[in-house]
């Protein structure tokens, strides 16, 4: 009976230290702003200011901008300032634009909008 009694006490704390080498040790510590970003995210981020940009770029846009007052610079650097969530409406909105050269009203009022959401940056 003690023979036993030993022997099952042996083996529980054998398996007892069979599964405290299992357990993975926990660790906390601090992550930097990148890390709490997914990269998929950063990356759309940046392909919506990059439309942004290229469509700011573009010749008729400029002049229209040019002919409300605001230079190419200053039009660049309110950009730049822009928030991810206003970069990435306005870039969706710029995938809706037509192609070709003609641009509706709403195409218009939209120029108009980036043009008033630029001002109102500085």
Do not use: C, W, Y
């Not at 405290?20 to 990269?39: D, F, K, N």
């Not at 040019?66 to 990435?88: F, I």
């Not at 710029?94 to 050269?101: E, F, V, Y």
Request: net charge negative; charged share 20%.
């Amino acid at each position: 009976m003690k023979q036993s009694v030993f022997f099952t006490r042996g083996l529980i704390a054998l398996f007892a230290a069979a599964m405290v080498g299992q357990v993975s040790l926990a660790r906390a510590e601090m992550i930097g702003p990148e890390a709490a970003v997914p990269a998929q995210a950063q990356t759309q981020a940046e392909q919506d200011r990059a439309k942004v940009e290229a469509f700011m770029d573009r010749a008729n846009v400029k002049e229209r901008m040019q002919a409300m007052g605001v230079s190419g610079l200053v039009a660049r650097d309110r950009v730049g300032s822009l928030t991810q969530e206003e970069v990435h409406a306005l870039a969706q909105r710029i995938d809706t634009l037509p192609a070709g050269g003609a641009l509706s009203d709403s195409d218009l009022i939209l120029i108009v909008l980036i043009a008033v959401l630029v001002a109102l940056v500085i």
